[in-house]
């Protein structure tokens, strides 16, 4: 029995293991202890690192500067060091230095510490749960803020625990883990000792008690957002299901994959959390390139355009008019989307203003039949250059109109 579905988790893997290659990810497998009392932590990961991720064979990775590092050791590792961060002064920087020639190099890295539960960021280590994401550094990740990691984390929780996060969680007694097998930047999860949690279909809301109100509303709202993008975009990459955890603590509200952590000032009205949750979910689809570079408009401005139409078509034109005033009043001052020579990503004004605005136009030019067309290539394959944009828009309506869009997103 075992044997056979074994077998057949086999023969669906290969679709998934050709179409990355697996040189491109960083892969980390992680094991996790919490002192819930302390707020302490205690880590040992093992990091596969691709030559991708290198530069002068030296990788760099973000770790909160009150950690203490126990060891880090790897075969090939020549030397490392660890350094307070310029870029983001409560995070340390530790650099790894490689010798010899190899596709990837493997390092085991331990630490322990205490995360400030108070340090608004979100982050936290309570009895009554533990949010940990990016915004403490609580776990290493390249300091390119791009690198893409895929994993296993596995977590020790007092019994009856549960555990959300990105991928999909198994539990085994108190032992529980979170395995991701879609590219992050980061290792994001929550859980709870509490049972929280409203399911609609395949959308689930988890919330703490300021939440309990809204968590069938939201719960609604979510499956019907998952259902409609399915509809659109899942005919060959479905999400099958997504978590939504609502709970009232400061820090940014994000979304990785299936898992959406969301801070309560952010979901205000029914129609502000449709846009939000929609404009997440449509990630699923939006290609992850560079997150850094000037690029990186299309998958923010494609996941806005994609949530006003949904917005529009479950809230009506009124309240499209008014994400279309919201675009318009971020775009002001704006002068450009995106020019072939320069590198650095655009401002949220322009990733959330001017480019849905801008894409809206392209809209009105070829009309919506082409427009469709170009956006279901956007989110079904995996496009990360505007110049690939471009060039297909040239082939689904005209070069004419290809050269008008350049020429819009460069602010002519
Ligand atoms: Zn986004």
Redesign the pocket.
Known sequence: MKTAFLLSILLLLPCVAIAQNPTDFSQYDTSAEFDIKSGELKVTTELTIPVSALTNNEARLFLNKSFNIADISGESLKEYSVNSSEKVPPWNEVALVFEGASKAHEITLSYTGVIDNTGGHGNFITEDGIHLSIDSAWHPFYTNFATPMQGELEVKLPPGWKMYGPGAVTQRDNQHKLTGTKNQVDVSFYTTSSSNEYNDGSFSVVYDKANEENAKSLAALGSGCLAALNQKFGQEDKLESATLVILDRDGPSF?RGNYLSVSSQRLKSKQQSYHYIC??L??NW?ALGDAMSHDYWM??SF??YIAAEEVKSVFGTEAYEQILAEWKARAKGQSFVWRADTEQRASFKV??GLGPLMLKKLKDRIGEEKFEQLLHWYMTEPVTETEKLLQNLGKLASDEDEEWFRLLLEGH
Request: net charge negative; proline share 0%; aromatic share 8%.
């Open positions: 979304a404009h997440e449509s990630h939006t998958m923010e996941a806005e990733n959330y």
